[in-house]
């Protein structure tokens, strides 16, 4: 019997373009307040501002060193958050670090669980990594839930790790191996999509 396939997700990944602006900054917006408390500020020097953000995503999505995506709802194709794989590592590490936000009408529905499977399969797949980390507040209850519910172990603590609106802010390290992944997506194949056909 053949293993059975994974449904189609409800959310799709597709890179930035230059059309996508003004919807974007306005979901920024509208999102600050949910959005601040787990987000670097922009560096030193940086156009804080959500257009010159936008631009930043848009020069840098899809690079040696960073693949980042925007999430859209498959049925629509409205964007509700971005997902990325940033820092790129080659040689003997072969790695990168997850970063991922979510407009807050859309949480709680399983669309970043969604979005990040197909990340991740992207991620192995497509960009034949053997690492993927995630680093986390403790305090983030649904980004904690969201990784354990992705396969990812928590591999260690760091405090004062990175700053955060300011402050410098402890993180737990969660991190998911080619290995892990192969033998979650062989316990069940129906959760795990093909690698999105991104462009």
């Known amino acids: 019997m053949a293993p059975p396939r994974a449904s189609t997700p409800p959310v799709l990944l597709r890179f930035p ?3 996508d602006e003004r919807e974007y900054v306005a979901l920024r917006e509208a999102n600050k307040a949910h959005l601040e408390p787990w987000e670097p500020l922009p560096s030193p020097g940086d156009d804080p501002s959500q257009a010159a953000r936008f631009e930043r995503i848009l020069d840098t999505c899809n ?18 958050g971005q997902c990325s794989l940033g820092e790129i590592i080659r040689g003997p590490l072969q790695q990168a670090f997850m970063g991922y936000w979510l407009v807050q009408a859309h949480t709680g529905k399983g669309h970043m669980t969604a979005a990040l499977r197909l990340l991740l399969t992207y991620g192995f797949d497509t960009l034949a990594l053997h690492r993927i980390e995630a680093n986390i507040q403790p305090h983030n ?3 904690l839930a969201v990784a354990q519910r992705l396969g990812l172990r928590k591999e260690g603590f760091s405090p004062r790790y990175l700053q955060i609106n300011g402050t410098w802010a402890d993180h737990e390290r969660w991190a998911i191996t080619l290995e892990d992944f192969r ?12 690698p999105p056909n991104v462009r």
Request: hydrophobic content about 35%; glycine content about 6%; some cysteine.
């Open 141 to 143: 209850a649904p980004s």
């Open 17 to 19: 373009r230059g059309s």
């Open 183 to 194: 033998t979650l997506r062989h316990a069940d194949p129906s959760l795990w999509p093909a």
């Open 63 to 80: 690079s040696d060193r960073a693949k980042r995506f925007l999430i859209c709802l498959t049925s629509t194709g409205e964007i509700i």
